[in-house]
């Protein structure tokens, strides 16, 4: 159980398109969601956490406009960079959480988008 | 939530017992250690979370010392399979809460053959 799928695993688009990333949780309820980005040889960095059915809650230094995300069901959440430049070219991942005991984190396994 | 601290990397051999070390010397009494691992490419996975007490479930083993200042993760045989970048997180857990994991540099394991 706790299966979260994203998809496309990989995605390359030309720069100043829009690129949608959609993330499900298969085989669970997820009250959140979380989104983080990953770019080479360094750590996971969390931009923006979900609720069904509310507005994300950004981190600080993440542009709200560039990444849009929608958390419109409890079990997808989609991810939006809008007019993608190079420097967004990354590891994005998201991950559920059921919202239970001990909330563990259960991550997708994550889209690799190249801006040419 | 808590800092902590690990090696950059560390080796093993196949079939051997690893231990990946973690501290977090300032972890507050509601705090749980979690550990992730993350191969290459692929999303984190989680392992197991613990608050005091040793864990263990079918992928490793949990031992937190007393003071809970440190804890060890153990992979009792490991395979090539495991060497991956492993990250010990430090957080609350509450029922209905859905705090964020802040994820640091971890250590590579590399399992050698």
């Known amino acids: 159980g706790a299966v979260v799928s994203q998809h496309p695993s990989w995605v390359i688009c030309k720069s100043g398109t829009s690129v949608k990333i959609e993330c499900r949780s298969l085989?669970?309820?997820?009250?959140?969601m979380f989104w983080y980005r990953q770019f080479p040889k360094q750590s996971l960095m969390l931009m923006a956490t979900?609720?069904?059915?509310?507005?994300?809650?950004?981190e600080q230094g993440v542009e709200k406009d560039k990444f849009l995300i929608n958390h419109a069901s409890l079990t997808l959440s989609t991810l939006t960079v809008t007019s993608a430049h190079p420097e967004d070219s990354s590891f994005y991942i998201c991950?559920?959480?059921?919202?239970?005991?001990?909330?563990?984190?259960?991550f997708g396994p994550g889209t690799r988008l190249t801006v040419l | 939530d808590a800092k902590t601290t690990q090696p950059p990397s560390m080796d093993c051999a196949e079939g051997r017992a690893a231990n990946l070390p973690c501290n977090h010397s300032?972890?507050?009494?509601?705090?749980?250690v979690y550990w992730y691992r993350q191969i290459h490419s692929q999303g984190p996975q989680y392992i197991i979370h613990?608050?005091?007490n040793n864990e263990t479930n079918e992928m490793a083993s949990l031992i937190i010392t007393e003071d809970r200042k440190s804890s060890t993760l153990i992979l009792p045989h490991a395979t090539l399979r495991d060497t991956a970048v492993y990250y010990c997180?430090?957080?609350?857990?509450?029922?209905?809460?859905?705090?964020?994991?802040?994820f640091g540099k971890g250590t590579l394991l590399t399992v050698n053959p």
């Open positions: 085989d669970f309820q997820a009250t959140t």
């Open positions: 979900s609720n069904e059915g509310s507005k994300a809650t950004y």
């Open positions: 613990g608050l005091k």
């Open positions: 997180i430090v957080r609350v857990a509450n029922r209905g809460s859905n705090y964020k994991l802040t």
């Open positions: 300032t972890i507050s009494g509601n705090e749980y």
């Open positions: 991950s559920a959480s059921a919202g239970r005991t001990y909330n563990e984190q259960f």
